[in-house]
C-alpha cells in the first residue's frame, strides 16, 4: 500500500509538472478573455474556451490530442483562438464560471464557444466526444467544424433558398 501511495504521488505530481503550463491559476481569466475576444474579432475567429486544470488528466489529453492530429490542429489554428480557463483550489474563476451558467455541471474538460463578439454561442461536454482513454477525432472534427465562423456564413446556405 506504501508503495501504491508513492507511485499514485509521483504519478500525480508528474502530470501536474508536465501540464503546468497550460492552465495558469494565476492568470487573470476575465482579462485574458477580453483579449482573446478583441483577437477574435480582428481574426474572424470563434473563441475555444477549454475550461478544467493541470490536474485534469482528460484536459490535458484532450490538448495532446488536438495538437497531434494535423487535421484537427489546423481547424483550431484556422477558426479558433484557444483559451486554457484554469479551476483549480487556488483560483477557481468563480464569477467567470457564473457568466457561462456553470459549465462545470459537465464534468473537465468542457468547452465554451464564443463568437467573435464574445456571447457564448455553445457549451460542449467533453464526455461525448471521448473514445477509449482518449478522444474520437471524428467527432472532435465534427464538433470544431459545426461551431467555426464559416458554419454560421449564411452564404454557405443559398442552396436553402427557393
Not at 506504501?2 to 507511485?7: I, M, N, Q, W
Not at 499514485?8 to 475576444?37: C, E, H, Q, T, W
Amino acid at each position: 500500500m506504501k508503495y501504491f501511495l508513492l507511485l499514485l504521488f509521483g504519478i500525480g505530481s508528474f502530470s501536474a509538472f508536465a501540464s503546468d503550463s497550460l492552465y495558469n491559476p494565476k492568470a487573470n481569466a476575465r482579462a485574458d478573455i477580453s483579449k482573446a475576444i478583441a483577437k477574435a474579432r480582428s481574426e474572424k475567429k470563434h473563441i475555444l474556451i477549454q475550461a478544467g486544470g493541470n490536474w485534469c488528466g482528460w484536459c490535458i489529453e484532450f490538448n495532446r490530442f488536438v495538437h497531434a492530429d494535423k487535421k484537427i490542429d489546423s481547424i483550431l489554428n484556422s477558426s479558433f483562438i484557444v483559451y486554457h480557463l484554469n479551476y483549480s483550489p487556488q483560483n477557481t474563476n468563480y464569477e467567470v464560471f457564473q457568466q457561462y451558467g456553470f459549465p462545470v455541471r459537465f464534468g473537465f474538460p468542457v468547452f465554451l464557444v464564443l463568437n467573435g463578439e464574445g456571447q457564448l454561442i455553445h457549451t460542449q461536454n467533453s464526455s461525448y466526444l471521448e473514445l477509449g482513454r482518449s478522444y474520437d477525432a471524428e467527432k472532435v472534427k465534427e464538433f470544431l467544424l459545426g461551431w467555426t465562423p464559416a458554419a454560421f456564413d449564411e452564404s454557405n446556405y443559398v442552396w436553402m433558398k427557393k
